[in-house]
């Protein structure tokens, strides 16, 4: 027991010595486990990386297997697409062949028919020169037509207007005699009423004349009431006065006696005073009467004088009206032979400004036919000249259109090799259009070859990559069935160290070593499978790459090929470009000369209808000429004709102007009577002037005498009543008062009788102012119906002098119409002469205007005929020139049509080189995912094979470990635990594995 202790203590010494080793080394075998989980960590995180890197290549790769899948579709597309474009462009070629040599035919024919429309033309327009001709000479006759109808027209008119200027003054003849007749009658009324009017003033005279005597002897009788008025008057005063003395007197006897004879005293001297101052008033009274009777003797002279002043008077005016009438008479004669000698010298200045009217008109007419016969000199010379660029111009249009024959020639002759230039054009295109259909097949096959050559690559790449892994397995599998035989060794030897010990797990290592040996002989087999397989795909891939090799080398040679169609083409398309140029160059040449034939034709048809109007210009020119031959010839004869009636109206107006002296030394005589009748006249009127107003004065002076004698007889009334009244006073004085009473009776009786006397007396001189305010204005109403009736004579004596006026300028008016009727009349037989002349010239004149349309129509049938022709060629030139047109626009829109197709083809193939040279980068980019995707497997497998390898590295040291633990456990348990560690630890390579392979499929089905 002890010994078995002792034992026990030295084997506890040794198993822990051997203990304290094994910890070292397993702590240095954890150091190396974590220095190898620490690589695998790095190791597995570039795993990831260039796993999410391979996941973005297989994307990638996705993608560039879509874009190389939907380009092979697009170029065999395309392919299509230039096949067809190419069948078109034959079609086209061929239909632009067709056209253009239809178009060779309509311009042959359109040639044709251009030289017929020519001859056509140039026939017509002979025929039109010729009308052109026959219408200006009718023309020209018509325009002389026209001048003579004018003229006609304008004879016609002048004709007619004398016609009627003759009726007119017919008519006007018979209304100035029917005027005439009146106006006699007039006069003869008037000279009636004239006497009628004169008898009446006589009359009123007369009347006036007793109207005066009346209204003296009226007032003479007033002039008596007055007086006796004033008498009476005087006589009542007396009375009165009487009266009041009888009643002093009465009163006085009764009363105051002692005053008597102081009164009677009074009276005495009063008595004697009244007749003293009586008789001077009657000495004054006589007086006066005397001085009154001597102007009443001395007015009867001067009424006498003035009644012969007033006979006198009368037969002077009625001398003075004679000589106004003599005058007034002679006064119309010398204006009427002023008139005529007025209208006869504005005829002469009418006819003189006609005549130099003429002469003028006739000086601008030689002067209008010398500027026309300068102007026909120098239409000659311009017509010479045009001729001359006639000549020049159809000689320059001849050659020209030799040139444009020569052009159209060389035109035609570059149209062909136009037309054989597009042709080997045509060819080269086809050619190129081949070739590049060959490029474009050796292009797919290199795409094809490359395509292989990438899988062969890629399956070699992965068969390459399954060799390793199956080396990498084969390795795992040995180190494998090394760390089991390890295990089992170790569990050997510990058995054969420890036989007494109990060991668990043998059966379970011994199995491991089998499963780890069966592992290796299938790793062995899949080897060998897999190495047969990469010689295969080793073999594929060389064959691809010698197939890739001989694209690329095919491709290459048909690019070279591609490349001379292409230069071939660039060569025929410069000779294409130079033809068409040539023929562009050629058509210009054509063209511009064809313009320039054009322009030279219209340049001779100008020239020519230029030659057309200087003819007309000179014929018109020659007629014009004629015209103002025609009329100077015309307007020469009216100067003539014109200067004659000038010397018949020189000769009326010396005539006249000798019967204006006449007739004026007739005016001038009466003028002289009746200034001297005027001036008796005025010395009778102011003779009876003044006696009319001595008569008034010495009337005016009578009636102051005869108011001073009433005054003096009323004094001396007054001064008898004074005296009678002074008598009476004085017998007053010795009668008793019963008598002056009685007395006084009998003087108011004589009162009143004599208050009815002066009452009476002053009725009749009421009623002889009345009589002579009637008479009075009887005779203001005589005096104004004398001057109202010497108004109306003078008035009718003015109407008859104008009416004989009127009957002197009517007798003139109509001889002016009788001399005018005559003219017009010889006129008039003039223009008919005149009329008949070119009645005749017009005739003349429309028989050969006749013979001109006879001309005309006949050249214009056939103009019409020729114009048909012509119209017939020029429809045939314009069906040509639009057949011509047509095929051009037809060409030309099949050649837009082919030049469309081309671009068409050229984008297509364009299209077709880009998406062949992007198939060509995106296979290059596969090829270039490929080698990508292959170097990241083999990074990733090289990534893997080191994971595993330092698995088995940590695996291994793991599993000396459990070995050294093992050696140290001694308990079934730790061994049965480390036994199950170990089996774990074997199969982690194997989960490892297959991890990664599951995460390599996933990616691969995404």
Do not use: W
């Not at 019967?659 to 010395?683: G, L, S, V």
């Amino acid at each position: 027991m002890t010994h078995r202790k002792t034992n026990d203590d030295s084997d506890q010494e040794e198993i822990d010595d051997d203990q304290q080793k094994q910890q070292q080394l397993i702590d240095a075998l954890q150091s190396e486990i974590s220095r190898f989980e620490h690589e695998a960590a790095r190791v597995m995180h570039e795993l990831r990386a260039l796993e999410n890197e391979n996941l973005r290549i297989k994307e990638e790769e996705e993608k560039n297997a879509a874009r190389l899948q939907e380009l092979q579709e697009l170029i065999q597309r395309q392919k299509d697409e230039l096949a067809q474009i190419d069948r078109t462009l034959i079609e086209l070629n061929n239909e632009r062949e067709k056209l253009e040599a239809e178009l060779d035919r309509e311009q042959q024919l359109l040639e044709d028919h251009e030289r017929e429309l020519e001859q056509q033309l140039e026939i017509l327009e002979r025929l039109k020169e010729q009308l052109e001709h026959f219408q200006e000479e009718k023309e020209h006759l018509v325009e002389q037509r026209e001048l003579i109808e004018r003229e006609k027209q304008e004879i016609d008119q002048k004709i007619n207007e004398t016609q009627r200027l003759i009726q007119h003054l017919e008519q006007e003849i018979k209304e100035i005699l029917q005027r005439i007749q009146a106006i006699e009658v007039e006069m003869r009324r008037i000279e009636q009423e004239l006497e009628i009017l004169r008898e009446d003033i006589q009359e009123s005279e007369r009347k006036l004349q007793e109207l005066e005597k009346q209204i003296q002897e009226i007032r003479q009788k007033m002039l008596n009431f007055e007086r006796e008025c004033d008498r009476l008057d005087a006589e009542l005063t007396r009375i009165s006065d009487l009266m009041n003395r009888i009643s002093q007197t009465i009163d006085m006897k009764q009363n105051q006696k002692e005053d008597y004879e102081q009164l009677k005293a009074d009276l005495q001297r009063d008595l004697e005073e009244a007749k003293q101052e009586q008789l001077q008033v009657r000495q004054q009274i006589h007086v006066l009467d005397q001085q009154r009777e001597h102007l009443e003797q001395s007015i009867k002279p001067l009424l006498q004088q003035q009644e012969q002043l007033s006979k006198q008077l009368a037969q002077e005016e009625s001398e003075l009206r004679k000589h106004n009438e003599a005058i007034q008479q002679s006064k119309q004669k010398v204006d009427q032979k002023q008139q005529e000698s007025v209208q006869v010298k504005q005829k002469e200045q009418q006819i003189s400004l006609q005549v130099n009217t003429k002469e003028q008109e006739h000086a601008e007419l030689e002067r209008i036919k010398s500027s026309l016969e300068q102007q026909n000199e120098k239409l000659n010379g311009e017509l010479e000249t045009i001729q001359s660029n006639l000549v020049t111009t159809e000689t320059n249009r001849n050659n020209c259109a030799e040139q444009l024959k020569q052009h159209q020639q060389t035109l035609k002759q570059y149209e062909s090799e136009l037309k054989t230039a597009q042709q080997n054009h045509q060819n080269a295109e086809e050619q190129l259009r081949q070739q590049q259909n060959t490029v474009t097949t050796a292009q797919q096959k290199l795409q094809k070859c490359q395509q292989k050559e990438q899988q062969c690559d890629q399956a070699r790449q992965q068969a390459e990559n399954d060799v390793r892994i199956t080396q990498q397995n084969l390795e795992m599998a040995e180190n494998a069935l090394k760390v089991a035989e390890f295990a089992l060794d170790a569990i050997l030897a510990f058995m054969n160290a420890n036989p007494l010990a109990k060991v668990v797990g043998l059966g379970l290592k011994e199995a491991a070593v089998r499963t780890c040996k069966q592992k290796l002989e299938g790793a062995k087999r899949n080897l060998q499978d897999r190495e047969k397989a990469l010689e295969k795909r080793t073999r594929d891939h060389e064959q691809a790459v010698v197939d890739t090799k001989n694209a690329e080398d095919t491709l290459t040679t048909e690019q070279k090929n591609l490349e001379t169609k292409q230069n071939d083409l660039t060569a025929r398309k410069r000779e294409l470009d130079t033809a068409k140029e040539k023929v562009t160059d050629q058509e210009k040449v054509v063209a511009t000369t064809n313009e320039q034939h054009r322009d030279l034709r219209r340049q001779h048809e100008q020239i020519q209808q230029q030659k057309g109007n200087k003819s007309k210009e000179i014929e018109k020119t020659n007629q014009h000429i004629d015209n103002q031959e025609n009329s100077m010839k015309f307007i020469q004869n009216n100067i003539t004709d014109l200067k004659q009636q000038q010397m018949k109206h020189v000769e009326q107006i010396q005539l006249l102007d000798q019967c204006i002296k006449t007739f004026e030394e007739e005016y001038q005589k009466k003028c002289i009577e009746t200034k001297a009748t005027t001036d008796r006249i005025t010395t009778v009127k102011d003779t009876m002037n003044n006696a009319k107003h001595e008569i008034e004065q010495r009337r005016q002076q009578i009636t102051s005498f005869q108011n001073q004698i009433t005054t003096k007889q009323q004094a001396e009334n007054q001064l008898k009543g004074k005296i009678s009244n002074v008598q009476e006073n004085l017998l007053m004085i010795s009668k008793s008062v019963t008598q002056l009473k009685a007395d006084l009776q009998e003087q108011k009786r004589l009162h009143d009788i004599t208050s009815t006397q002066k009452a009476k007396s002053a009725q009749d001189l009421q009623s002889a102012k009345g009589k002579i305010e009637n008479l009075e204005r009887d005779a203001e109403r005589n005096e104004n119906d004398r001057r109202r009736l010497d108004r109306d004579l003078q008035k009718r004596h003015q109407d008859l002098m104008e009416t004989q006026r009127v009957h002197g300028q009517l007798k003139h008016n109509l001889d002016q119409h009788r001399g005018e009727i005559q003219s017009k009349k010889y006129e008039q037989s003039q223009y008919e002469q005149r009329r008949s002349a070119l009645i005749g010239s017009l005739d003349e004149n429309r028989r050969k205007i006749r013979a001109f349309d006879t001309k005309i129509k006949e050249t214009q049938r056939i103009i019409e005929r020729q114009d048909r022709l012509k119209q017939a060629a020029e429809n045939k030139v314009r069906d040509s020139e639009r057949e011509v047109q047509s095929k051009r626009r037809d060409l030309d829109k099949l050649e837009k049509n082919i030049s469309g197709v081309e671009k068409q083809y050229n984008d297509a193939n364009n299209r077709q080189n880009k998406a062949t040279s992007e198939l060509s980068n995106v296979q290059n980019a596969k090829v270039d995912i490929g080698r990508r995707l292959a170097d990241n497997d083999r990074n990733r497998n090289d990534r893997n094979a080191t994971v595993n390898r330092l698995s088995h590295q940590a695996t291994l040291k793991r599993n000396e470990i459990r070995n050294y633990k093992e050696k140290q456990s001694r308990y079934t348990l730790d061994s049965n635990e480390n036994s199950s560690e170990d089996d774990q630890i074997e199969r982690h390579p194997d989960r490892n594995r297959r991890r990664v392979q599951l995460k390599e499929k996933q990616r691969a089905q995404q």
